[in-house]
Nanobody, 123 residues
């Protein structure tokens, strides 16, 4: 089993920045591919970003490309999501996810999920 705990959410004005963190435990972190997903009120959960176990390969949703950056620190068992130039439409609960399978950046491609952290972007 893998336990994932997100942190770093909060309220920020449009144009601002936040960095989300996700601490993993229960499995060797360096064997996990990691992802970030989000769910806005009244909408379905959607993919945001993902990173391979090595950190070499990353994927981004078109809506966040150029503004968000996913990274990982295998020594700290942590994955990050740096979010810049935030927009009101980025408001959502952000979930960290992990898989030991080959990385497929979709909801069904993930096996473990955190409980989420709320990001609110005010206009």
């Amino acid at each position: 089993q893998v336990q994932l705990v997100e942190s770093g959410g909060g309220l920020v004005q449009a144009g601002g920045s936040l960095r989300l963190s996700c601490a993993a435990s229960g499995r060797t972190f360096s064997t996990l591919a990691m992802g970030w997903f989000r769910q806005a009120p009244g909408k379905e959960r959607e993919f945001v970003a993902a990173i391979s176990w090595s950190g070499v390969t990353t994927y981004y949703a078109d809506s966040v490309k150029g503004r968000f950056t996913i990274s990982r620190d295998n020594a700290k068992n942590t994955v990050y999501l740096q979010m810049n130039s935030l927009k009101p439409e980025d408001t959502a609960v952000y979930y960290c996810a992990a898989t030991q399978r080959q990385l497929v950046p979709t909801i069904s491609g993930m096996d473990y999920w955190g409980k989420g952290t709320l990001v609110t972007v005010s206009s």
